[in-house]
């Protein structure tokens, strides 16, 4: 029985990974419609690994994911890397390590989202490297490899029982991806969008109820997310969710100068394209708690009030990520190794 098994799983992926229509897959998952608190955690088997200690405010050890459970965080945001190197910091991240801990958060009742670089190390507005393994392809070849790599990371999800809610392809990606073949021109999207839809295709393939998100930076800013989102959409770009980064500190500015533009904005989101939105990466300067938790919940209270419900949530990239073994400004971690009290934000 086993053998069998393991025979009708090799069939379903070479069948999937030759074609580039969907097939559905008898997979199953049970769908959580409450708000999304979640974190960004990638760098924490790195964290673990490198012999790091998370303690509760009490001082005393605990699991890092157990302290954010208790924060009222919900949901893990997990980056893939294709062939990563072993760099603590610029590393990891490969579909083994995302698997194993999508299992632990899955264990702890928590909700996933996996976040495809489509890269061997970091990918985002400023830089969109091809792994160097794909670096020879030409076009039709990538589109493959995006196809192929997708579906092999979610059915090996699948395989251990976990079936993320969301996939996003590509992170932060106003200028294309997997340069220079989906690099955007200009306002000639129409490589990325081929691109966008073969991830599109492979996640569905695994199953239709995951939601695929496209995501960009400057969630305050409309006029980037108009332009961007109607280029893609015009020439047919398939997802179902509009993702937002919103950094102020990357905006030079305080919060209270741009909240009520990111509000706008996610709002016009919705009636423009009748798509859900969500701000997958939030974060603040560590040495400003009180500064970066009234932020958060300022956040959360403008996604929470996109109408119809189209809000979904807010992820807190790498809130774990303490300086000290980072060197990230914007997590929300102490020096003394507990959570800093920005991350009460999240609690209900």
């Not at 990638?42 to 994911?65: A, H, R, V």
């Not at 790498?318 to 507990?338: D, F, I, T």
């Amino acid at each position: 029985m086993k053998y069998q098994v393991i025979v009708i799983f090799s069939l379903l992926l070479l069948s999937a990974s030759c074609n580039k229509s969907p097939i559905e897959k008898p997979i199953s998952t049970v769908k959580d419609s409450s708000f999304v608190r979640g974190a960004d955690i990638s760098w924490l088997p790195q964290m673990e690994e490198s012999g790091y200690i998370f303690y509760d405010t009490n001082g005393i050890q605990k699991d890092c994911l157990t302290l954010l459970k208790e924060r009222g965080i919900n949901t893990v945001r997990l980056r893939v890397w294709v062939n990563p190197s072993n760099h603590p910091i610029n590393g990891h991240c490969s579909k083994e390590e995302t698997v194993a801990l999508a299992v632990r958060a899955k264990n702890l009742g928590m909700r996933v989202m996996i976040n495809f670089h489509y890269s061997d190390s970091w990918a985002d507005p400023g830089k969109q490297t091809k792994p160097a393994a794909w670096a020879n392809a030409d076009f039709q070849t990538l589109k493959q490899n995006v196809y192929d790599h997708t579906f092999d990371v979610l059915m090996a999800l699948f395989a251990v029982n976990v079936v993320p809610e969301w996939v996003q392809i590509g992170n932060e990606i106003p200028s294309g991806m997997l340069w220079p073949e989906g690099k955007n021109t200009g306002n000639n999207f129409g490589n990325l969008v081929q691109l966008i839809n073969s991830g599109y295709d492979a996640t569905k393939a695994v199953n239709s109820s995951i939601k695929v998100i496209v995501h960009i930076d400057k969630g305050n800013d409309n006029a980037r997310f108009r332009w961007f989102f109607d280029g893609i959409t015009n020439l047919g770009a398939k997802f179902d969710v509009i993702g937002a980064s919103y950094y102020p500190y990357w905006l030079e500015s305080d919060y209270t100068a741009t909240i009520d533009d990111l509000g706008t904005n996610l709002n016009d989101m919705v009636s423009r394209y009748n798509k859900e939105v969500m701000i997958v990466e939030v974060g603040g300067d560590y040495l400003l708690e009180d500064n970066t938790f009234n932020m958060i919940k300022l956040v959360i209270t403008k996604v929470k009030n996109v109408p119809n419900k189209k809000g979904l949530g807010v992820i807190y990239w790498e809130p774990e990520g303490e300086k000290s073994w980072s060197g990230y400004q914007l997590n929300a971690w102490k020096a003394n190794g507990q959570p800093s009290m920005a991350l009460d934000a999240f609690k209900e």
